[in-house]
């Protein structure tokens, strides 16, 4: 970390002497940590204004809520838990950067105090272009090691969080990342494979499938669908499943475990809210929709008219 | 990490499956890395277009090199050794993006080899403003533990471990990170106290005083000044000893020192190149010259006319 410190780190400073898992703060070139017997987990999403947010009608604390957050997902993702994040910030040289400094501060703050873990360092600096926000999360696998993409097989079942679709009616600006759904399923059964939906259930249960080399069957009629994706298709004209499969941003996991391990989520109420929503196959990614089986696009999927 | 993968964080991927130390690699939400019993180092660097480089006149590789450069050289200050990387991108939306990518890539990953460390994940975007170049590092310190700044005390030796100023000639382009130098100093001798030059000799040894609550009085017959500080003075109308202690970028380390440990490093060379240049005091910081003292300001210091 430079020496040339910004009030923002100087912040981060005064929070994180007291967290007994931080060895040396931010006031020196590293932060040093304690370390710890499980394996280290690392993420990093960069955000930039005009395309990840437009700050004039978010605001800085939401930026930074999302920054924070879109990198906690990715934790959960793994089946991991947060431990530390350093913050990388380049502010638009303005009479109010100062403030914008201490929205996005206080957004970046808000989700690290939700999941318990410090901010530990930075970097700020300012120039004539727009904000960009770099966040980088560690994290750390459990004992039971983290989850990949590519473990899924043919005959698993495909779970999902929660309801998905329509995240940009507001959702995608505050999502909620789902940590400790992660880690009690993790307990409860032998996940064979996870990920968050960033750029949709189709495109993440995509990622799996292309990681494991398998395919998939969705069944229509399985999918939660999230209200917000009701109430989008009034305006878009697509159909709410539509929103549920190809909206982006949701941050419900997806995920396969072995049928009987299903079974007793399903029976057993192991982890609350969690769906079924298809089984793996040996290849292709299909949707199973009034008894007709049809290819499922990833990407940019749009619903079969008639 | 964000599933939808650029051919950046593919290349990534490729290099880094084979590295013992990366248990799952960039092509997951997170990569995982083995457990070490170390303590933990982590830093953080952002570099922007027009402040922190001017691509057009370095080109991608030269900041590539400089962003990885400058989070190593934060390691050594702490006597630590990278052992990962992860690196966030904004390129600018322009038909030769690719380029500058594989040229920033090229740059990045010269410096990791040197070091022996993976880049383990990254995050790429493009958007209309200028290139960013976001860099985390993570390093272990060794068995004695991190150095901080903050150990400095009335008495210490002051060194540098060569000679700086004038790196704007082009060194800053192409630091030289101490690492081995700064383990082998921490193998060799109890360090008290120790930074890296990035804002300047004096600005940086201000630091280590003000962390450390002391002073510190410098010879100035004993600085070390590196030739691009005398052919930079001859246009710039300063004295050389003006650049080597007002001149940032250097990344050379400064670090305090016992007597007696200061003692054994002269004599017995344990290391080559170092340089007493002072000793630490109770408060102050002072420059000695002919016989002089006088106050050193630490920042934008001049030298005295007559």
Redesign the interface.
Known sequence: ????EFEFIRWVRDRTNTDPRV??GP????????????????????L?D???FHLPQVGGRTVGRKAMAANVS??A??A?SPT?A?????LPNASNSRQLAEELYAGLREVADEFHFPI????T??????L?V?V?L??E?TGR??V???GARPGDWVFVTGPCGGSILGRHQSPKPRVREALALHAAVELHAM??V??GLA??LG?ILE?SRCGAVIDAESVPIHPDAIVLSKTTGKQPLEHALGDGEDFELIFTVSPTDGERLLHERLVPGVAKIGECVEAGLWLVENGVRRPLIPTGWVHPVG
Chains 1, 2 share one sequence.
């Open positions: 970390m430079p020496s040339g060895l040396v006031g020196d070139d590293c932060a040093a940590l304690a370390p710890s017997p499980r394996p280290l987990l690392i993420t990093t999403d960069v930039t005009g395309v990840d990715d934790v993702a793994m991991g530390a350093v913050v990388g910030v380049v530990v360092g930075g970097d600096n300012t120039w004539s272009g727009g960009v770099s980088t560690l994290g696998a090691g983290p990949m993409r590519s990920i968050d960033s750029d495109a993440d990622h990681e």
